[in-house]
């Protein structure tokens, strides 16, 4: 594991979640999804290469992404990933099962 | 599903996949150092600072891959990468496990084909288990004789049955077809009654079948043709339907070609309606010469069917008592009618599964053995791949139809759960027996170098190939004996000097030369005019009912020679001699190029009736008339009575079996002379292998190398002693179940036992000698640091 990987413990099965959720603004590599996640969650999500890639790979073997080879920013060959029609399906049923779960963790939490 | 194409595809080009990863992630890390750069950090920290945020490179490709293949697949690939380079570590060792294995396990699989395909296998009919032969059984008799049926009684049953969907007869006969522009043929042919293809649910793949108007008194002939007499005769012409030839004296037509194979009921290439058989109208109720066969109804079974034919084999006893009292009836499935020669060979099958299934076992125990030493993993896979070269079926002109000896579900099943205990037996034989080792005796047997192996295992080895050599011993000395057979038949042949001498062949048709002196009459005026023919064109001519060496066309005969009670019928069952005769016309001897020995040769006067005479040779001189002068003795032929199978598909089906058997002993038993080699091979030079800080230090203390090679020869000579001491008992014991098979040759012939005795001991002491002989050249400074 990384040194600054993931400071607190994504949940089990998140990653995938929001990396779906990153590619619903358009196609992006490795790097930029990265970079979403580390702006995004301003700083807290640091995702290291031995949790992003193995995640990408098991979206592509889901066939909730696909990939492509294209030009970067600076015109570097980068592989490009794109959510497809069934990511956006998983994409809307994990957002509900996370939301249920967090709805109920906060009902445990708050419980008196 | 979809997730497995998936993987299929990753790992079809899972290099490339990979280094699509590398790509991937360097650009990330360059990115990331570039945006530390930007940060104002030292290109070289900022490297630095990418590789940390990134985290372990190695790591995120395996975990990548893993996404992909299941662990336990990549823990298979690399098992199979292990093997393989075990395997090619030690191609020699390797070869010797493959070939033994492989062999095995073809032969295995060739002796299970034939066992299939001769006992069990269905015949090539639709819903063939529901074909039955049927025919008469004489009750009168002492032994209740089966035999076939008679026109009439087969009307009558036909009319009564309600047991069957259609009872059908046939009757082979040997038919001439002529036509202009074609020299006549004579075919292998059948008269069969207009439903008999309807009732095996045979069509034809050309025109159409018999119908009933067809098989009328006064009906017009017709004539269906097996499909290689259209493909041969006619190039496979579509348009030969309505055609007339000649058909024995008279013109037919050709209504129907039959499918390719079909030759109901031996190897017939031509039928036509019962009606048409000679004699067969008016015929008298006790002629019972056809065969018949039924298909079952569907509500019918065989107890049935049986009772019911019984019941009216028994009213027809009481109509008709002078012909049919103690006639009952018979009903067998047709395929056990049709594999009770394969029934017959049973036994010998069975013997030879067995011997093989043995020398498979052996092949096993050998490299089980040699595994303890050696960690050489699934040696299997290649074995099956090697078996993959199937023995192929012979394809025999003489091959009854019927028999199919491709290989179906059930041989591949066979072969199948074969690999699998196999692989089982692999796996669990050095397993079980690393287990049982007891810790001592294997600490032991690290420090006392020079023991090969336990002692318990070194037992069961030694057990094993005294085995191994004793099966190989008994198939050989079966093969020795069929080879000399062959040559025994070989110089019989070379006796008549067969390269002047043609064969013509004659078949007289019964509705011109109906009877036997309108026959002797047209043969009387052959013979004469064969014996005025110019000497220019042949120097001598002959009429003879067969050929010689080819006794098919007339039946045996038992003898009983008057005034001995030897050869007379015993007391106890035992039938009279039988002897195989041939009937000559004159200048027989002198066209096949024999000289009588004693006596005369016939005259046109012998065979008349009254001045009846026979020739018999010398074989039969000396079974018969040890001290008597043959010479003006009277002897008595008798036909046997008729069993119920028709002459042409016993003799079809002999030669048949012959011919497999006779070919493929003589492989088999090479095989096994193979595998029995490679076993000796194969522990000798494991031996030699364990024994290699032994023999460094022998060599050291200055051991000759003859001493050497003596050392391993020493321990290999009484297994093959033994093991030769054993199976040449056991060839002896046996030898019987090849008498049939043999021509001129006794089963316990010397020189071939002798002959193949010697060549055991040569290939296997070869066998041996070669690694003892490298052990002999070993340098002893690197065999003493052998460990």
Not at chain 2, 188 to 216: I, Q
Not at chain 2, 604 to 625: H, K, L, N, R
Request: net charge positive; charged share 20%; proline share 5%.
């Amino acid at each position: 594991m990384g040194i600054t990987n993931q400071p607190p413990d994504l949940l089990p099965g998140t990653l995938d979640l929001l990396i779906l959720r990153t590619l619903m603004r358009g196609p992006a590599h490795g790097y930029g999804i990265a970079l979403h996640l580390r702006t995004a969650s301003q700083d807290v999500l640091q995702v290291g290469e031995s949790s992003l890639y193995p995640a990408l790979q098991r979206l592509l073997l889901n066939g909730w992404v696909k990939a492509e080879w294209g030009l970067s920013e600076n015109n570097r060959r980068a592989r490009y990933y794109e959510i497809t029609a069934a990511g956006r399906k998983q994409l809307a049923a994990e957002r509900r099962e996370f939301d249920q779960l967090i709805a109920a963790i906060h009902k445990v939490l708050n419980a008196t | 599903m979809r997730q497995w194409l998936r993987r299929l595809r990753y790992a079809r080009r899972a290099r490339r996949a990979e280094a699509d990863l590398a790509e991937e992630i360097a650009f990330q890390r360059d990115m990331l150092q570039q945006e530390y750069e930007s940060r104002g950090l030292s290109p070289a920290d900022a490297a630095a600072a990418a590789r940390r945020t990134l985290g372990s490179v190695s790591l995120a490709r395996e975990e990548a891959r893993d996404v992909w293949l299941p662990i336990w697949l990549q823990d298979i690939a690399q098992d199979l990468r292990v093997a393989g380079r075990q395997l090619t570590k030690d191609l020699r060792f390797t070869l010797a496990v493959v070939i033994a294995l492989g062999l095995g396990l073809a032969v295995n699989n060739t002796i299970f084909t034939l066992i299939n395909t001769a006992l069990y296998r269905a015949l090539p009919f639709d819903r063939a288990d529901r074909l039955v032969k049927l025919g008469t059984r004489d009750t009168r008799g002492r032994d209740g004789r089966d035999g076939g049926v008679s026109y009439l009684d087969y009307q009558d049953w036909r009319a009564a049955a309600t047991t069957f969907s259609g009872i059908a007869a046939s009757t082979n006969v040997t038919m001439n077809i002529s036509e202009e522009g074609r020299p006549p043929e004579r075919l292998r042919g059948a008269f069969v009654s207009a439903n008999a293809f309807g009732v095996l649910r045979a069509t034809p793949v050309l025109g159409r079948d018999f119908l009933p108007e067809d098989d009328r008194p006064g009906a017009a002939a017709v004539v269906i043709i097996g499909h290689d007499v259209w493909q041969n005769r006619y190039g496979s012409d579509a348009g030969l339907i309505g055609r007339t030839i000649r058909v024995d004296s008279g013109p037919a037509t050709i209504i129907g070609v039959m499918p390719a194979g079909f030759g109901y009921p031996v190897t017939m290439q031509i039928w036509q309606p019962l009606v048409r058989a000679p004699h067969i109208i008016g015929t008298k109720r006790d002629a019972r010469t056809l065969e018949a066969f039924g298909r079952l109804a569907d509500a019918a079974d065989l107890p049935h069917a049986h009772a019911e034919l019984e019941a009216i084999a028994s009213r027809l006893a009481q109509t008709y008592p002078g012909t049919n009292t103690g006639i009952g009836a018979r009903v067998t499935l047709m395929s056990e009618a049709y594999t009770a020669g394969g029934r017959q060979a049973k036994p010998m099958l069975m013997a030879l599964m067995g011997a093989v299934g043995f020398v498979l076992l052996i092949a096993y125990a050998n490299v089980a053995n040699l595994l303890l030493a050696r960690s050489l993993h699934r040696s299997r896979e290649m074995a099956v791949a090697f078996d993959a070269r199937e023995i192929a079926a012979p394809a025999d002109a003489h091959r009854p139809f019927w028999i199919d000896t491709s290989m179906n579900l059930p041989v591949y099943l066979f072969l199948g759960a074969l690999c699998l205990v196999s692989s089982v037996a692999f796996g669990l034989l050095p397993a079980l027996h690393l287990s049982k080792a007891n810790m001592q005796d294997v600490l032991k047997d690290a420090g006392g170098r020079s023991s090969g192996g336990s002692r318990r295992a070194r037992r069961a080895t030694s057990v094993l190939l005294v085995v191994e050599l004793a099966l190989t011993m008994m198939l050989l000395a079966g093969a020795g004996v069929v080879t000399r057979s062959f040559v025994a038949l070989y110089r019989a042949n070379y006796v008549i000097d067969t390269t002047n001498v043609l064969v013509l062949r004659l078949s007289l048709p019964e509705q011109k030369y109906q009877t036997p002196q309108q026959r002797a009459q047209f043969l009387a005026a052959l013979d004469e005019r064969l014996g005025a023919m110019p000497s220019a064109a042949a120097v001598s001519a002959t009429l003879a009912s067969g050929v010689p060496f080819d006794w098919s066309g007339t039946p045996p005969r038992r003898v009983i020679i008057e005034g001995r009670a030897a050869a007379t019928p015993q007391p106890n069952g035992v039938a009279p001699p039988m002897v195989s005769y041939v009937s000559t016309g004159s200048r027989y001897f002198e066209t096949v190029g024999l000289r009588l020995l004693r006596g005369r040769a016939f005259t046109p006067d012998d065979g008349a009736p009254g001045p009846e005479s026979v020739i018999v040779d010398q074989q039969f001189v000396t079974s018969f008339f040890p001290d008597r002068d043959p010479l003006g003795a009277r002897v008595q032929l008798t036909m046997p009575k008729a069993d119920g199978t028709p002459v042409t598909d016993v003799v079809a089906r002999h030669r048949f079996a012959a011919r497999l058997f006779s070919t493929w002993f003589g492989s088999f038993a090479l095989i096994a002379l193979a595998i029995a080699c490679v076993g000796v091979y194969a522990l000798t030079a494991h031996s030699v292998a364990q024994r290699t800080h032994e023999i460094g230090v022998r060599l050291a203390l200055g051991a000759y190398a003859r001493g050497i090679v003596w050392l391993f020869v020493r321990r290999m000579l009484p297994h093959l002693l033994i093991g030769l001491a054993l199976g040449l008992a056991g060839a002896l014991a046996v030898g019987n179940m090849l008498q049939a098979f043999l021509v001129d040759t006794s089963p316990r012939d010397p020189a071939a036992i002798g002959s193949v005795t010697a060549v055991l001991i040569v290939v296997s002491t070869a066998a041996c000698l070669l690694p003892a002989r490298r052990a002999a050249r070993l340098d002893p400074v690197i065999a003493l640091r052998d460990e």
